[in-house]
């Protein structure tokens, strides 16, 4: 099982980025896809969580309202798009594979992870 997270880099405040989580070794229809953010100095943060068996997609309270998932299944690839991106959005990004088809907030419940991909938003 593996995730490759790609698409981050530089944006403005208001600005909007694409990252990608290219799944392989699994498909989308048996384990959720998580997203989560890690800041310099501060903890892992759960951003949103999409599973494709149940139909959900969740979002952490920060995000919620700017940040959307799609995915194209037929890539087995999910995609967070990012707009209105806000300087407290800097973080290294990283992508996940639940354990099974239902989502979690809880990092526990991922494996594998990606590398990570860095976005930093200037003010």
């Known amino acids: 099982f593996q995730v490759v997270e790609s698409g981050g880099g530089l944006a403005q405040t208001g600005g909007s980025l694409r990252l990608s989580c290219a799944a392989s070794?699994?498909?989308?229809?048996?384990?959720?896809i998580g997203w989560f953010r890690q800041a310099p100095g501060k903890e892992r943060e759960w951003v949103s969580c999409f599973s494709l068996s149940r139909a959900t997609t969740n979002y952490a309270d920060s995000v919620k309202g700017r940040f959307t998932i799609a995915t194209d299944v037929a890539k087995n690839t999910v995609y967070l798009l990012m707009d209105s991106l806000k300087p407290e959005d800097t973080a290294t990004y990283y992508c996940?594979?639940?354990?099974?088809?239902?989502?979690?907030?809880?990092?526990?419940?991922?494996?594998?992870w990606g590398q990570g991909t860095q976005v930093t938003v200037s003010s």
């Open positions: 070794g699994f498909t989308l229809n048996n384990n959720a």
């Open positions: 996940a594979r639940a354990f099974g088809p239902l989502c979690t907030t809880n990092w526990r419940g991922f494996n594998p």
